[in-house]
């Protein structure tokens, strides 16, 4: 595959149509849900854009972390939209045929559920850069003991099925590594071990050996060892990664 880097690659999460639901209010508070028909303006300009300079088909990413479902909204547009190629980072969970939500989203759907105020929740003794920190599984023992309801099943994220469908429509999917939480701490060995599995689990399950760094934060060391766990393409984000000039990392702009 042709793959254009001179272009912008976006990164999007959540996607609501016109003013954003009950479940999509935190997200847009905090830059992380786009409305769906700014969204198509927004793409045009790049197919167009891609267009005009002659690039081929399917060249330019159009990258989506943590596999929402609100993705199926634009099922029909990336049909007629051949520049554009869809990119799905998918979460180890959902890799696995599971969809429960990532801490964060659990946390974010609570505050929704009960209209709190995401600013008030240092007040609860927790902070979204305190959870980023740690590993999923202590992300959501917290939670529990702040008895924020547990979701094992949401109509939000991706079903496998899901999943398939768009992979018929030639959407890519790759890996979101094997734990959502900032990997620039953790030990060599065990992030090799981890990256190494979800390398292999992605291609297993017929993706491309790319990964998008949890919370778009990486430096040279965990970059290398994404290399040596056999990933071919990094993805950062401009924001947390910009100042990393690994010759795999790729850097995507969050677009809200
Ligand atoms: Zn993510």
């Known amino acids: 595959m042709i793959t254009n880097f001179s272009i912008e690659i976006p990164c999007l999460h959540r996607i609501h149509q016109g003013s954003p639901r ?14 769906l028909s700014d969204l198509i303006i927004r793409l045009d300009s790049l197919n167009s854009t891609a267009t005009s300079r002659g690039y081929a088909d399917n060249s330019v990413l159009i990258t989506f972390d943590d596999g929402w479902s609100d993705v199926l909204s634009l099922t029909d547009y990336f049909r007629q939209a051949k ?85 018929d429509e030639g959407w890519i999917i790759a890996s979101h590594a094997h734990d959502h939480h900032d990997m620039r701490f953790d030990k060599d060995e065990q992030l090799l071990q981890g990256l190494t599995q979800a390398r292999i689990e992605i291609e297993r399950a017929g993706g491309e050996p790319w990964l998008a760094w949890p919370e778009g934060r ?8 994404a290399k040596q766990a056999g990933f071919t393409k990094q993805f950062g984000l401009d924001i947390e990664s910009g100042n990393v000039s690994h010759p795999d990392l790729i850097t995507r702009q969050i677009w809200s």
């Open 83 to 167: 520049k554009l190629q869809p990119v799905l980072f998918l979460t180890h969970d959902q890799i696995l045929g599971n969809s429960r939500l990532l801490p964060l989203s659990r946390l974010y759907a609570w505050c929704d559920h009960w209209s709190v105020d995401i600013n008030s929740i240092p007040e609860l003794g927790i902070t979204r850069e305190g959870l980023k920190s740690l590993s999923e599984n202590l992300q959501h023992s917290i939670l529990d003991d702040l008895e924020i309801p547990k979701t094992n099943s949401s109509a939000q994220v991706l079903g496998t099925e899901e999943i398939e469908k768009l992979v």
């Open 218 to 225: 990486c430096t040279m060391r965990t970059c290398n060892i």
């Open 22 to 35: 009950v479940n999509h209010n935190i997200s847009h508070k905090i830059g992380m849900s786009v409305e």
